[in-house]
């Protein structure tokens, strides 16, 4: 079983759809979560940080459900813009050391 | 600020030659991370460094990857040699270090490597 599962898609949406990725993860003792963006033959950007308490940041807003082991992404609104990769990341403990899901591709169409 | 910077971009050799790729983190950073990419996939990590230390290397096929970061700054990854499975993106990053963490970790443009 992989360490961090996805979806890996694609999800094919119009402009201004409301699109969720979910993300499972296998190690419990993992300590911090966080969505990358990856666009074609780009490097992967750090989207956002994934908080127990949930967080938004614009059209973004990301979950954590440490019980489920379970971590998920809503874009609203979706824009032309926001279609790529999208990488769901865990850092399994103190050190800084991410491991990636597979990803999930995005594309937003007219 | 300037970014992670890798070379070469792009690189393409025959199996069972030998490959190194070259990164220079993002000044002031004491932690950088090397990355295998595969087609489809996410990136994994192969090895970590602070400074000029190596903090996990347990994902390095050490009996043909190698890694240094002498000076504790610019850092090579070397392939040797080169099966056709080692096709892929290599991604360095870099990050600060120390207590407050964990912290983001910029990555740079990628060395894309074809084994034919």
């Known amino acids: 079983r992989k360490e961090v599962e996805q979806d890996p898609g694609p999800f094919n949406v119009p402009e201004g759809a409301t699109v969720a990725f979910n993300c499972t993860y296998s190690?419990?003792?993992?300590?911090?979560f966080f969505w990358y963006r990856q666009d074609c033959r780009k490097e992967p950007k750090l989207l956002m940080s994934?908080?127990?308490s949930g967080n938004e940041d614009g059209r973004f807003t990301a979950q954590l459900n440490r019980a489920s082991q379970y971590i998920s992404l809503l874009i609203r609104d979706s824009k032309l813009s926001d279609s790529a990769t999208y990488l769901c990341?865990?850092?399994?403990?103190?050190?800084?050391?991410?491991?990636f899901g597979g990803g999930t591709r995005l594309m937003v169409k007219p | 600020e300037a970014g992670v910077a890798q070379s070469p971009r792009y690189k393409i050799i025959e199996k069972r030659q030998s490959v190194a790729f070259w990164c220079n983190p993002i000044?002031?950073?004491?932690?950088l991370y090397w990355y295998q990419q595969i087609l489809g996939q996410g990136p994994k990590l192969l090895i970590q460094?602070?400074?000029?230390?190596?903090?996990?290397d347990s994902q390095l096929p050490k009996d043909r990857f190698s890694a240094e970061r002498l000076k504790g700054v610019d850092s090579t990854l070397k392939i040797q040699p080169a099966k056709l499975e080692d096709s892929a993106v290599y991604l360095c990053?870099?990050?600060?270090?120390?207590?407050?963490?964990?912290?983001?970790?910029?990555f740079g443009p990628g060395t894309r490597l074809t084994v034919t």
């Open positions: 990341v865990v850092n399994r403990r103190a050190g800084n050391m991410l491991t």
């Open positions: 994934v908080y127990s």
């Open positions: 190690n419990s003792a993992s300590q911090s």
């Open positions: 000044s002031g950073h004491a932690t």
């Open positions: 990053a870099s990050s600060l270090a120390g207590t407050g963490g964990p912290y983001e970790q910029y």
């Open positions: 460094f602070q400074n000029n230390g190596v903090v996990d």
